[in-house]
């Protein structure tokens, strides 16, 4: 992706969050030049991995492919070692209509999706075999503490308000009907490096052009710009 690209997608999703009353932490609005001048203090920020993240899934179409994330909070392995601290994860999506998010489940997170205002999210569901490939069998899900069951690849339709728990192993690929849709994400510690297991192979993250300054860091950006040396 171009780093233009990602600095409009993050000026457009920034303006339909606060349409939709959802107001993001003081760490969102830090320039690249202040982030050089932070030390240990913003260390769970880095660590943690919260903050802005924006992908094409490597398809170089994030108006068909693509999702917008921020992540607000975040523990931990050493959380889920011992349950003590932060054992959960919160994040952000905006999701537009029939852009898609492709079909993945986790081996470790459960997470509920929840529509928080906007348009519809459709959620397309399977259930994965052992060896991570697709079942024909019926699909049961929670929906707000409700058992839903759905055929296997058949969708559910979160208006606002709704939510859906995906357990592991539980497939799902999601998009947005009749207009841009503001999702939470509540889950247990999250960590997209390891536990994201796509039905295709796509990219989690995006490589970046960068044919302009960055508007704000990416959270695969701390890394060039966040020095505890200083
Ligand atoms: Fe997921």
């Not at 470790?108 to 928080?116: G, S, V």
């Not at 991570?132 to 055929?151: F, H, N, Q, S, Y």
């Not at 999250?190 to 704000?216: C, K, Q, S």
Request: hydrophobic residues 35%; negative net charge.
């Amino acid at each position: 992706m171009k780093r233009s690209e990602i600095n409009a997608i993050i000026r457009d999703a920034d303006n339909f969050l606060k349409q939709q009353r959802f107001y993001l932490p003081p760490f969102s609005y830090w320039t690249p030049d202040e982030w050089t001048t932070k030390g240990e203090e913003v260390r769970e920020i880095v660590d943690r991995r919260l903050g802005w993240d924006i992908t094409d899934f490597g398809q170089g179409d994030y108006e068909k492919i693509g999702l917008f994330v921020f992540t607000v909070r975040n523990g931990g392995p050493e959380n889920l070692k011992t349950g003590a601290g932060k054992t959960y994860c919160e994040k952000v999506l905006v999701v537009d209509v029939d852009q898609i998010t492709p079909l993945h489940f986790h081996w470790l997170k459960t997470e509920d999706i929840i529509n928080r205002g906007g348009g519809n999210l459709i959620v397309q569901l399977y259930n994965a075999s052992p060896d991570e490939g697709l079942l024909d069998t019926d699909v049961t899900v929670r929906m707000d503490g409700v058992a839903v069951t759905v055929k296997a690849g058949g969708t559910v339709t979160l208006t606002p308000g709704e939510s859906i728990t995906l357990e592991p192993y539980c497939y799902h690929k999601f998009w947005g009907a009749e207009s841009r849709v503001l999702v939470g994400e509540v889950s247990k510690v999250n960590d997209d490096n390891t536990d994201n297991r796509f039905y295709e192979p796509v990219g989690r993250f995006p490589a970046i052009e960068e044919d302009e300054a960055p508007l704000h860091l990416l959270v695969n950006d701390y890394e060039r710009y966040y020095n505890t040396a200083k």
